[in-house]
Nanobody
Framework: QVQLVDSGGGSVQTGGSLRLSCAVSGITYSTYCLSWFRQVPGKEREDVARIDSTDSITYTDSVVGRFTISEDTTQNILYLQMMNLKPEDTAMYYC????????????????WGQGTQVTVSS
């Protein structure tokens, strides 16, 4: 059974940093895509970063150079290191998983963490 548990959110000021963690269980890394999404009220869930089964990484344009996705397969944790945070990064952040190739958009993902809130104040 696949389980994802998000943590690490919090409140920071503009320019601050946070590291999100997602404890992952029940998957084989060589066959799954792992991703981070974010959502603000009234808007669709947005792709932030994803790492596929071959360790190929993709970021949405707005976080390039500031966010880093990584996975520790020995500890079974997916990370999202976020630096130089901006107020527009404020959102609920979710990790997600799907078997096979990465999907574009949230509808292709079958497993989700519960979310962790990130708030960036100016």
């Amino acid at each position: 059974q696949v389980q994802l548990v998000d943590s690490g959110g919090g409140s920071v000021q503009t320019g601050g940093s946070l590291r999100l963690s997602c404890a992952v269980s029940g998957i084989t890394y060589s066959t799954y895509c792992l991703s981070w999404f974010r959502q603000v009220p009234g808007k669709e869930r947005e792709d932030v970063a994803r790492i596929d089964s071959t360790d190929s990484i993709t970021y949405t344009d707005s976080v390039v150079g500031r966010f880093t996705i990584s996975e520790d397969t020995t500890q079974n944790i997916l990370y999202l290191q976020m630096m130089n945070l901006k107020p527009e990064d404020t959102a609920m952040y979710y990790c997600a998983a799907r078997r096979g190739v990465c999907a574009i958009g949230y509808k292709g993902y079958t497993h989700w963490g519960q979310g962790t809130q990130v708030t960036v104040s100016s």
